[in-house]
Structures are given as C-alpha cells and as structure tokens.
C-alpha cells in the first residue's frame, strides 16, 4: 500500500555489519507490526508496536516507533546470512482495521 | 506454528476458467483475510472475514468472491480467472482484528493464469 512507505527497496549489506529499514506514514500507526519473508515462503511475525516511543527487541533486531507514531524503524545488529530476505511492515491506519502493509525491504547479507 | 494450511499450493490454470483457493486453520481464530503479493506492489487485502458468513471487502477485491460457512474455511473464489490474477495469495488468521490482533500467515498459493 502507498500508504505505508518503506525504504530502502533494497539493501545489500556484509556479513557483521549494522542496518536500517524504515517504515513511514502520513496516517497514525495505530498498531505497526514487523514481518520476515523467506524467499518463496509465508511471512514469519517479528514484533509489534503500539505506543508513541515504543521500542522492542528480538536477539539482534530492534524495532522502534516514533512519538508520533507515524514512524518506524527496524535495526538489525551485526548482520548474518540468516537476516537475509524481505522485511515488511504492516499497520492498522484506522484503529480497527485489517492491516495495510508496505512493498517491503528485500535485504541480502553477504560474506 | 499457526495451524493455518492453504491449498492449492501451486496451481496453473488458463484465462476464463474458474479457480478456489482454500484456506483452512485449527486455531479458532475469528478473522481471517486474503492478501496477493506481487512484485512492485507488496502485500495487498483482496477480502476478509470477522466470523461465518460475515466478510468484507478489501483494496482489491475486483474479480475474486469468498465464502466462510464454517470458522475453520475460508474459500476465495476467482470466477473467470485473468492473467492480471497471476499472483501469490497468502491467507492470514487473528485472534482479534485491527491494531490488538497480529496476523499469522499461510506458506501462500502461487497461482498462474495462461
């Protein structure tokens, strides 16, 4: 959805590097929730976010939203081959409603 | 793992002829959706439903219909395929709906339109 911006589109890193995926809306984020993709594969739920300032973490990832809750971001520490793949954000723009996602971040992490 | 199993898993079909995905889950959840992915576009809402026989319409629901008789099955129904149908179609469940309820997907059916 356009709603929902992610940057980058992309991201080619090296192995033990760290990493930033973004997640932005001109809507409140009444709920903003994170998703892994596996190549070929359904999409694994990482974290979820609900109030302004939030921050959660999950071993070496680190999802923040911002006091506006318009924001988010995804920092993965000390990157390995198993981060690789597409990350997605996914947000409730309307307070009950079914999530809208972004086109997602398609990361690859290289030795 | 959310016991949720799509089915087909991969299907081919050819343009004008009618194709049904299922969706089955064992978790009791209330609200179950169908999303497409496709290259450029992300995941999108196709339909969704908050219980038996009660369903919505999502972004792009053109062209596809669903049916939940039972709370454990979910058909999407593309009555006269296209080839802009080609696509992967993922099924979701939630406990709850909207911002309390985090959604858990299928492995996703890839359907082709010749």
């Known amino acids: 959805s356009q709603e929902l911006e992610q940057s980058p589109q992309s991201l080619i890193v090296q192995e033990g590097k760290n990493l930033t995926i973004n997640c932005t809306s001109s809507?409140?984020?009444?709920?903003l929730y994170w998703y892994k993709q596996k190549y070929g594969e359904g999409l694994i739920f990482l974290m979820m976010?609900?109030?302004?300032?939030e921050e959660k973490s999950h071993e070496k990832i680190t999802a923040k939203l911002d006091e506006k809750k318009q924001q988010s971001s995804l920092h993965i520490t000390a990157s390995q081959p198993s981060h690789a793949g597409i990350y997605l954000c996914?947000?409730?723009?309307?307070?009950?409603?079914?999530?809208?996602f972004g086109k997602g971040t398609r990361l690859s992490v290289i030795a | 793992d959310a016991g949720i199993t799509q089915s087909p898993r991969h299907k081919v079909t050819e343009t004008g002829t009618p194709v049904t995905l299922r969706c089955h889950q064992t978790?009791?959840?209330?609200?179950m959706y169908w999303y497409r992915q496709d290259p450029g576009h992300g995941l999108r809402l196709i339909h969704y439903s908050y219980g038996v026989k009660d369903t919505d319409k999502g972004e792009v629901s053109d062209g596809y219909s669903v049916s939940r008789s039972k709370t454990e099955d979910f058909l999407l129904t593309l009555e006269s395929a296209t080839s802009s149908q080609t696509s992967v179609y993922f099924c979701?469940?939630?406990?709850?709906?909207?911002?309390?309820?985090?959604?858990?997907f299928g492995e996703g059916s890839r359907l082709t339109v010749l």
């Open positions: 976010l609900q109030k302004g300032g």
């Open positions: 978790e009791n959840h209330r609200y």
């Open positions: 809507k409140t984020l009444y709920g």
């Open positions: 979701a469940i939630s406990e709850r709906g909207g911002r309390t309820g985090e959604l858990f």
């Open positions: 996914g947000a409730d723009l309307s307070g009950n409603t079914p999530l809208v």
